[in-house]
């Protein structure tokens, strides 16, 4: 089939902990993947090839507002622009819903994110001093 985007559903979960897993310091858990699952405000797209998924997008709309929650690329894979191609489907997803606009917040350590965030067009718009314990979350934007 080659490489696809598609919707990600319960039988994913392994290989969504798989990717969370090497990608975050303090991954989430199957019970917090589960529950985003089942939640219909949640929009959580997975990428797939051979020999599996190889990244993940997860945001959450509701009342014109959209979040990127997470978004990980296998670390073989990434530097190619998979995470871009994740983020398009994702906002054409939360603008599809109706929501004008996104937010999300990053370590400001995380230069591969903000990178990918920078050139997708997001601003910054806030900042949470210490927000993670040891470092500030940038919080950015993207209009819709
Ligand atoms: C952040 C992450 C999702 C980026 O995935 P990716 O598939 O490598 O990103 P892309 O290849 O789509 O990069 C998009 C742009 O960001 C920049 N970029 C991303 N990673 C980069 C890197 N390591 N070095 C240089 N530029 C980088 C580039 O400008 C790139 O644009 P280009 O391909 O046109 O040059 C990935 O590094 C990851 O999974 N990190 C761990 C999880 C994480 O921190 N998620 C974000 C939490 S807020």
Redesign the pocket.
């Known amino acids: 089939m080659g490489m696809h985007l598609r919707r990600a559903d319960a039988d994913d979960l392994a290989a969504l902990l798989v990717i969370e897993s090497v990608?975050?310091p303090e991954p989430w858990d199957e019970a917090t993947f589960r529950s985003f699952l089942a939640n219909p405000s949640a929009v959580c797209l997975v990428l797939v090839d051979e020999p599996g998924i190889i990244?993940y997008a997860l945001g959450l709309t509701s009342l014109g507002m959209s979040q990127l929650l997470?978004?990980?690329?296998f670390p073989a894979?990434?530097?190619?622009?998979?995470?871009?191609q994740l983020l398009d489907a994702l906002v054409a997803e939360c603008r599809a819903r109706g929501a004008s606009y996104m937010r999300?917040e990053?370590?400001s350590a995380?230069r591969?994110?903000r990178?990918?965030y920078d050139?997708y067009g997001f601003s910054m718009i806030g900042l949470r001093p210490r927000y993670y314990g040891d470092d500030d979350a940038l919080i950015m934007s993207l209009n819709l």
């Open positions: 990608s975050y990244g997470s978004i990980a690329v894979r990434r530097g190619s622009g998979l995470a871009t999300l990053v370590r995380n591969s994110a990178r990918l050139a």
